[in-house]
């Protein structure tokens, strides 16, 4: 199963000359503008990248270690002479992101399984050059969204924040999912892919088991971590804004379907199990016996829902 791997991008300066650029490990890279298929020849002699992303005006393709850029703002042309050019990175791409950059120093991510490389500079410039992760942090495809200046990704080591800084090496590491690693650990190798929720503040990460795995914020502070079970593997995901501002999210499943995210209050017509387990408190006095008579919830509820309660004593005894 090979994914597709997609970027918007405009080589020019007319609000007319947008396109959408893809690969998918199989086939020519390609662009197509809603009405032509245009394919990318590079010159490769196995001429099918994995992943694709634009960038300082050049269309940057990887063909697994190999990562190659076009031409200036000519994504069509792909030799020496012409400005294109190739960075071994000597692992398997996984994939390419964006970073916060400044106005000499534009930053790109490119990420494998077991090192995130950071391309700083201009293609071709004095300035251009790579610089590999001193924390050995890869990211899984498809599994890493940005989140403001900062960009959150999936890692042998569980959810990851790469985020900016002053310090050396412009880029840290902060962990994520270190209070739910048992979690993360069962499912290493299942992710399949992600998206980030701006309006929720959440990034959101699937598995084939039919889990998903959300991360909350508040601010730029991390306020919790919880397990989502969509009934169905999410194979891909897509989450963008309509022409009135609405945010949506669609995704795709292995029946076929293309469902809406976030939408009503079913699964598509059947009920919502959700259930929660409140931390143990023994209200600072754990060897003094205590009657409890009632207990009150406070609540929030954009519709009905049906609630039952229970109680749990003794840690589960």
Not at 84 to 112: C, N, P
Not at 170 to 198: D, W
Request: charged residues 15%.
């Amino acid at each position: 199963l090979y994914p597709l791997d997609f970027c918007n991008a405009n080589f020019t300066g007319s609000t007319a000359t947008k396109r959408m650029y893809g690969a998918d490990g199989l086939n020519l890279a390609f662009e197509f503008d809603g009405t032509n298929y245009i394919p990318i020849r590079t010159g490769m002699t196995t001429d099918t990248p994995t992943h694709v992303i634009a960038h300082r005006n050049h269309l940057f393709l990887s063909f697994l270690g190999s990562v190659q850029y076009s031409a200036l703002a000519n994504p069509y042309a792909w030799t020496v002479v012409t400005g294109s050019g190739e960075i071994a990175t000597g692992e398997y791409v996984t994939g390419f992101q964006v970073q916060s950059g400044g106005a000499t120093e534009a930053a790109l991510a490119i990420y494998t399984e077991g090192v995130t490389n950071i391309l700083y500079g201009v293609p071709g410039a004095t300035n251009f050059q790579m610089v590999a992760s001193t924390d050995d942090i890869g990211a899984f495809p498809f599994c890493f969204q940005s989140i403001g200046n900062d960009a959150m990704l999936l890692s042998n080591r569980g959810i990851q924040r790469l985020k900016t800084t002053l310090n050396f090496g412009n880029f840290e590491y902060a962990s994520v999912s270190h209070l739910i690693q048992p979690l993360m650990t069962q499912r290493r190798g299942l992710q399949t892919c992600s998206t980030t929720l701006k309006t929720r503040n959440q990034y959101r990460v699937w598995f084939s088991d039919n889990t998903a795995v959300t991360v909350g914020l508040t601010g730029d502070k991390i306020s919790g971590a919880m397990l989502l079970d969509y009934g169905m593997e999410v194979r891909c995901v897509c989450t963008a804004e309509q022409d009135d501002g609405t945010e949506v999210t669609m995704f795709g499943g292995d029946d076929g379907y293309v469902y809406r995210d976030n939408s009503g209050t079913s699964f598509d017509g059947e009920p919502i199990t959700a259930w929660i387990r409140l931390p143990f408190n023994n209200l600072k006095g754990p060897r003094i016996r205590k009657r409890y008579r009632a207990a009150i919830l406070e609540l929030v509820s954009e519709g009905y829902a049906s609630l039952q309660v229970t109680y749990d004593l003794g840690y589960g005894t």
